[in-house]
């Protein structure tokens, strides 16, 4: 198991930009795909990028397609999630998550995810 931990939420005015970061421990993070995930109050949490364990091959929600950008830095087992351009409506707590190469494709989906984080609070105003 990899233990994650997600750094960079706060407080932002529509417009601006926040870039989280998602620490892992263990030395098989080269070979784990990564994704970041989100749930607003009141709703099921859903699916915002992945990332291969390559960084070669990279999915977006179409919701942030554009604005944010997913990146890897293998050499420090950290995951990004640089998000420009922010709405009210990505408001939520955002959740980095685990999957390991092995384990198949690049997944969208929560439950093909075997590690999570903690999550960190990530509030635009308006």
């Known amino acids: 198991q990899v233990q994650l931990v997600e750094t960079g939420g706060g407080l932002v005015q529509a417009g601006g930009s926040l870039r989280l970061s998602c620490a892992a421990s263990?030395?098989?993070?080269?070979?784990?795909?990564m994704g970041w995930f989100r749930q607003a109050p009141g709703k099921e949490r859903t699916f915002v990028a992945t990332?291969?364990?390559?960084?070669?091959?990279?999915y977006y929600a179409d919701s942030v397609k554009g604005r944010f950008t997913i990146s890897r830095d293998n050499a420090k087992n950290t995951v990004y999630l640089q998000m420009n351009s922010l709405k009210p409506e990505d408001t939520a707590v955002y959740y980095c998550?685990?999957?390991?190469?092995?384990?198949?494709?690049?997944?969208?989906?929560?439950?093909?995810?075997?590690?999570w984080g903690q999550g960190t609070q990530v509030t635009v105003s308006s």
């Open positions: 998550a685990a999957r390991p190469a092995r384990w198949g494709n690049p997944s969208t989906t929560a439950p093909d995810f075997g590690s």
């Open positions: 263990g030395r098989t993070f080269s070979s784990t795909a």
């Open positions: 990332i291969s364990w390559s960084g070669s091959i990279t």
